[in-house]
């Protein structure tokens, strides 16, 4: 009997990758103007410089335009258990059975909020691992928290 | 609803003395003051009475009480504070008693909830209580109370409990090989050579110190430095067995028919800790380098709210201080109540991960050899530093080795049985009751090699207890063999068999 782990069923909102594109952009474009200033500033080593930029605008470049995450970031919650995995060179998949959530919490930022993004965190008895999803869209992230709080309570104990 | 009551009286002498080495550099800067000013005595009582009057304060503001359901403690003077906590919630009871507290009868309580496996703690603390009133309180809170604790106290005490363990004047030979000296002797001579330095003496100026400093200025260097050497190891061996000593002399464990575990030890300070056993979830047996060299081991609880690895002696875990390692899965398997999980054989992770281990030894080696001919060529250092840095090799190669014979695991009569380490090896025994869920972790080179990390997740000691660089299928096949039901709906069979 070979058995293997199949990847969660659910993908989060498509309009994650527009707002982790636009997160990463900003980042970039930070560094890259910051470089430009300094280029103008002191034109001693311009050589370099223009080396430096280059090297931002072409890592910029590939990180904005390679949304790896969208493909890596799953969840899914049966009425056993939530899975989630992430991670694309160190992969790491998180089952915890629905008895044994202690706590489940969404969040927004306020770039999320602009996108109507929210993550959902899951939290059991142990420090080791809370499962984190990231980039839900607002309506799945509400019915996730409410559908996982309902499945939580019905079971007794401190869950530890 | 009980009354509020105090703590002892007899705290009232204590608390004075354990202010004023606090507010020693005060004083000594008070005094300095008052003598300047010429009514030094006056100065000086003041200097001392403002410390004595407010350890007393602690006294006349601290209040606690146990109600049905919660414990309360009330403190403060200026800033009041109430400390309430669930008795549900309560996973331990140690009693701890300094020198000055016993010569006074005394003890301090702290009970220890859930929390106190992080920093911050939320544990309550009651400093000063009667060792009888201590004793009563553990019983009302651990004991529940209730038809059994009455039961107990018809048949008599001493008949219903039962003796684990007992500390066996032999097992002090395992004290040297505890290193637990190593800081005793670093703190004091680094205090000694500070205060020769302050006060411009120099100690080899005079004494029987001049007579070894000028032998070894006289002897060959490589002499001077064995010399200097066994010196400070038969330092170090005799601190660690004063170590031992002091910590567990007295030792015993024994089981209360109440569900609970009695930990007891110290020969100056004395300790008792209270485990509920509904608490405790597997048992870890610890072998630090030199103490597996000789054969010894130490036996540490996995429950939830107590602290496990570095200050798991202070943490109050310690089920049985270094002892022979029989001895030490002997008291596991009793503890556990099953023989399997502490003597099973494990299963070797195989030739990959025999691989990985030599790969991240000799990697973490060449990186340290580079990063030291790099700096070398830089800075003009010695040639020499690096190519000495090739004696380490053999050093790495042998901690490859002993990590790969030490990784293991296996399931044994409910329970995960997991081993690794070779600095400190560990074997974790972790019951299937205890485990939350499963995290299953793969590098981009153990995708490669086919391989996993099992993690279990728990409420109890470490948090997670790791099955590492195991066949992928393999860690599919412990985790559900202990704990399936979670995992069942995210399983995917291969045609090689549908159940």
Redesign the interface.
Known sequence: LTATLRPPRHRVSRRAIVYWTTRALAGWLALAIAQIVWLVADDSHSGLHVLGLVATAVLGAAHVTVMWRYEVHRWEAAPQAVYTRAGWLHQESRIAPISRIQTVDSERGPLEQLFGLANVTVTTASAAGPLEIEGLDRVTAQRLVDDLTTAAQATRGDAT | VTEWQRLSQRMLLIHPVQEIPRALPALIGIFAAGSNSGNGALWALIGVAVPVGLGMTRWFTTRYRVTADRVEVRQGLFRRRLLAVSR??LRTVDITAHALHRLLGLTRVTIGT?RS??EGDGSVRLDGLSVATAAALRDELLHRAGALASEQAATGDAAATTELARLDSRWVRYGPFTLSGVVAVGVLAGFAANLASEAHVDPTRSGPLRDVADHLEHAPLALAVAEVLVASMIAVAVASTVGYVLAFWDFRLTRHPGGTLHVTRGLITTRATTIEER?LHGVEISEPLLLRAVGGARCIAIA?GLRVGRGAERGGSLLLPPAPAGEARRVGAAIIAADGPLTCTVVAHGQRARRRRYTRAVGGWALLAGALAATSALFGWPAWVWQASVVLLPAALALAADRYSSLGHAVAGGHLVTRTGSIVRRRSVLSSGGI?????????FQ?RAGLATL?A???AG???YDVQDVA??EA??VA?ELLP??????????Q??R?
């Open positions: 549900d919630r859930g496996d992080r608490r939830t939350i869920g499963w995290n299953v972790e793969r590098s981009f995708r993690t997740t728990t409420a470490h948090q997670h992928l299928a599919l096949t559900q039901g979670p995992l069942e709906p995210f399983l995917e069979r291969g090689h068999g159940r």
